[in-house]
């Protein structure tokens, strides 16, 4: 998976704006402010529809424009493709021209981003993790999403209910919200413990059992989960959901830890953060190219402050085959194509 070109306009602080990728090493530098990781941005907003930064579309819309276009080719096992995205009085993503939704995109462009916001936010912050797993499950298995999204909307309709319903609560209407929300919720679940262990195995193949996760899914009943089970563990816990008002167990509320040599990963200091997050993100890449005989397109913003020297120089000795974006403030010959930005005066 390759991304061949990119052009940019009222996108952030770019406009008429395009750039050329070399197939395997790229490095965006210059100072800040001039737009390096804007161009990042718009590649995961071209496979995943959004921002990484928590902003509204609308807020990435350059302040003397209208609206925003982004386009990219992107050379894959099925062929050359050019995904686009624009924004004016709406938002949508299309695939040679064809409106199409998210998990379409997602099988000609994945892009894996890595920055210093991962090991600050992803180990220390249960939701962050949560998302990110979700997020390469959705690598391997696109349609995953759809799973993702109708689970969530079933638990947005069952949280307004039970806060909206006083003090009786109403058992046929939360008994049909738990039904739903048992035959999406045991997918999702049966999902990641599939993905973790198989992440597992690559971690363990890649780094001699360095590091492992384990995966806790918030449920009564233990693994594996099954739409009955799932149903069950609502049921118990109805008369509690109803005194909080919200629903207390689920795939919304799972858990997970990464373990190295036993011990918890937060415990450790930034840098070994760094590396052994950075390791589980390889153990995916390989895991990406087992399960769909490509590789990811990896973007690492401030790619000298998210990691260490050694696993920058392992990144590119052993996925040589790899298409990394990187951005720097700082020129670095090791990367193939370097490109220069300059801070518009």
């Not at 991304?3 to 406009?15: C, M, Q, T």
């Not at 409106?99 to 600050?120: D, I, Q």
């Not at 262990?197 to 492992?212: H, K, Q, V, Y």
Request: with cysteine.
């Amino acid at each position: 998976m390759v991304v061949k070109s990119l052009e940019i306009n009222g996108f952030r602080n770019l406009r008429r704006f395009s750039i050329r990728f070399a197939a395997q090493k790229n490095l965006i530098h210059g100072a800040n402010g001039s737009g390096k990781t804007s161009i990042i941005e718009a590649l995961f907003l071209l496979g995943f529809g959004r921002s990484f930064l928590s902003a509204n579309r609308r807020e990435l819309i350059n302040f003397n424009a209208s609206g925003f276009f982004l386009s990219a080719e992107v050379l894959n096992i099925s062929g050359e493709n050019v995904i686009s995205a624009l924004q004016e009085k709406g938002f949508c993503l299309k695939l040679n021209g064809e409106k199409v939704p998210l998990p379409e995109v997602g099988r000609h462009l994945f892009p894996l981003f890595f920055s210093s916001f991962s090991y600050n936010h992803h180990i220390d912050h249960v939701p962050y993790f949560r998302k990110m797993v979700d997020r390469f499950i959705y690598g391997l298995f696109p349609l995953y999403l759809n799973d993702l999204l109708r689970y969530n909307t079933i638990l947005k309709q069952k949280n307004t209910l039970l806060k909206n319903l006083g003090n009786k609560i109403n058992h046929t209407q939360i008994s049909s919200w738990d039904s739903l929300l048992a035959e999406t919720g045991c997918r999702i679940v049966g999902q990641r413990a599939d993905f973790i262990r198989r992440l597992n195995e690559s971690l363990d193949a890649l780094f001699n059992g360095e590091a492992r996760i384990n995966y806790f899914p918030a449920l009564l009943t233990p693994l594996p989960t099954t739409r009955d089970s799932l149903l069950r563990d609502l049921e118990r816990m109805r008369t509690a959901e109803g005194k909080s008002r919200r629903c207390l167990i689920g795939p919304q509320r799972d858990r997970f830890e990464v373990l190295v040599f036993g011990r918890r990963l937060p415990l450790f200091s930034t840098g070994e953060k760094k590396k052994y997050l950075l390791l589980v993100y390889m153990a995916f890449i390989e895991l990406f190219r087992l399960a769909r005989d490509e590789y990811p397109v990896f973007l690492i913003d401030d790619y000298d402050a998210a990691m260490d020297e050694e696993n920058v120089q392992y990144l590119l000795d052993h996925f040589p085959d790899v298409q990394v974006i990187a951005t720097s403030v700082a020129r670095n010959e090791r990367f193939g194509r370097l490109f220069e930005l300059k801070k518009e005066s």
